[in-house]
Every structure is written in structure tokens, then in C-alpha cells.
């Protein structure tokens, strides 16, 4: 695969999204940054983008060959839209596919299982990221770092489960790889950070590095369901209560070498995260105002 084609990014201006539009634009790739707003992003072609709105396709594909896949927002059944999109997709001469799933979510899983159990059969060069879960959610505009900031609490129901929390800018750098490389992995790659941690440890880190005192409040399945229910529709808010479920019985509870593998450099920690976003923002745990 060489630099001549197009790549298109897809939620080009979310976590990962952002990061891997910027990343190949800095290295002179030709970048498509789709998103529902056509926002502008520094060295490529915005274009409009939207899921529900298949008359939105045809433009972002044309001339692409590479497609960075991220699914819609909340929902619990993404494969209704994006199967159709791909098909559409190789239909126009795309060649490559990588696409941002879970660490959680095996191929044929829910949510994005169904288009990961999918991909092989419709591009010959495809990858699929896995990554755990994100450290940018106890720093960034997640539901966990607003609650952080608003009331110095950390709500889930994980209990004493450990997850190894990787950063969004080594998500970002394997990304750009899988996309890039003259051969495409052909694989499913579980991204990690380099040590697994409590919500408690997570809790301590932020309270060492920004001086405001953090805790974990844990919860039973039924009241995180519940609590996430609030701001997103209830099968998609008891999935994600489910896999906090399967996290306290160990499921994310391990670490690979997949940013070491394939970039050479070792993962971020979680306490050179927070120490990065609070240096960058200066308010990770602030209190926020009314």
C-alpha cells in the first residue's frame, strides 16, 4: 500500500478518530476526516458523514482506498448501517478496512462483533483494533471524567477488577500502522496499556497527581445499568453495565505487546497520561461550574 491513495477517517474528530487523521496527515498521507459536521481538520479534506444517512456515502468514499471504521455512538446493533456501508464501500475500490472495536467484543460479539466477524470476508486487507479501555475516559469528556471533575467519584460496576487502560494516542499510533504498512495484519490486534489496574489504583493515581482526593464508588450491575440508562438508550447502557460485569470477574485483567509490537515504543502509563492531560488542560479533576 502506498501514500498515493486516500484514506478515510471516519469520526474523524472523536478520541481516536482525530489522533489518526492527524497522525497521517503529519506523515503526508492523503487524509479524508469524515464527520457529521464536516468539521475542518488540519492537513486533510473534510467531508460530510453521517450513518443514518446513506446519501452521505457516495462522497466520502469516492477515491478512497483506505477507510479507518469507528461505529455509531450508542448504538447496540452498528452492523445494521455499517455492513451496508462497507459492501458499498468495496463496491467503489476500497482495498483496506481497519476497524475500531473492543478488547471486550470478539469477532461475531455484539455491537461491533458482527461487522469484526464480517470484515475478512469482504476486504482481503483488513485489521481489527481491540483495544481496552481508555484512559482518556477518566481525563477527557467522558461520562467518568465529568463525574471526576463535578463530584471527585468514579461510578462502576467493576468492583476489584483490573483493566489494563490504554492511551488513545497509542490506539492511535497502531492504527495508523494497520492502515499504512505495506502488508495489512490480517488479524484482530488487543490493544493494552502496560499494567493492569483497579478503579481504586486508577482513583489513587489521580488523587497523587492532581492533589484532589478521588474515589471509587462501586456499584451493583442493576444500578450502573441504570445510571447509565439516563443518557443513553437501556440496551445500550446495560451492555456497557454488562462488560463492567465481566471486568470484575477478570476479564480485562491481562496486557499485550501490541504498541511495542508494532510501533516500538512501550505504552503509556496511566499516571504519564494524567500527568500529560493536567500539564495540557490544567483541569482534569477541577470542579466544574454552574
Known amino acids: 500500500m502506498t ?3 486516500v484514506t478515510l477517517v471516519l469520526g474523524a474528530t472523536g478520541t481516536t478518530g482525530s489522533r489518526v487523521a492527524s497522525r497521517l496527515a503529519t506523515q503526508g498521507h492523503r ?12 492537513g486533510a479534506q473534510a467531508v460530510r458523514f453521517d450513518w443514518y444517512d ?6 466520502a468514499l469516492s477515491g478512497a482506498d483506505r477507510v479507518y471504521l469507528v461505529a455509531p455512538v450508542d448504538s447496540a446493533t452498528p452492523a445494521d448501517v455499517m455492513l451496508p456501508f462497507l459492501e458499498q464501500a468495496r463496491a467503489t475500490g476500497l482495498r483496506r478496512a481497519v476497524l475500531l472495536s473492543s ?8 455491537a461491533a462483533g458482527l461487522v469484526h466477524e464480517a470484515l475478512p470476508g469482504l476486504f482481503d486487507q483488513w485489521a481489527v483494533l481491540r483495544p481496552s479501555w481508555f484512559m482518556q475516559n477518566f481525563t477527557g469528556d467522558h461520562m467518568h471524567a465529568r463525574s471526576i471533575r463535578e463530584e471527585g467519584v468514579i461510578l462502576t460496576a467493576v468492583g476489584e477488577g483490573r483493566v489494563a487502560f490504554v492511551d488513545a494516542d497509542d490506539i492511535a499510533a497502531v492504527a495508523v500502522h494497520a492502515l499504512t504498512d505495506a502488508r495489512a495484519p490480517g488479524a484482530d490486534l488487543v490493544i493494552t496499556g502496560p499494567e493492569a489496574l483497579s478503579h481504586a489504583d486508577v482513583a ?16 451493583t450491575y442493576e444500578e450502573m445499568r441504570d445510571h447509565l440508562a439516563a443518557s443513553m438508550p437501556l440496551e445500550y447502557a446495560a451492555m456497557l453495565a454488562g462488560m463492567d460485569r465481566a471486568n470484575a470477574g477478570g476479564a480485562e485483567d491481562r496486557t499485550t ?3 511495542r509490537r508494532l510501533t516500538g515504543r512501550q505504552p503509556r502509563t496511566f499516571r504519564d497520561h494524567v500527568r500529560g492531560a493536567t500539564s495540557t488542560t490544567g483541569r482534569v479533576t477541577a470542579r466544574t461550574t454552574v
Open 54 to 59: 446513506p446519501a452521505t456515502y457516495e462522497g
Open 31 to 42: 487524509v479524508r476526516a469524515a464527520s457529521r459536521g464536516a468539521t475542518p481538520v488540519d
Open 3 to 5: 501514500g498515493s491513495g
Open 257 to 259: 505487546d501490541t504498541v
Open 204 to 219: 489513587a493515581v489521580l488523587t497523587e497527581v492532581t492533589g484532589r482526593a478521588v474515589a471509587h464508588r462501586p456499584l
Open 103 to 110: 478488547s471486550a467484543i470478539p469477532a461475531g460479539g455484539p
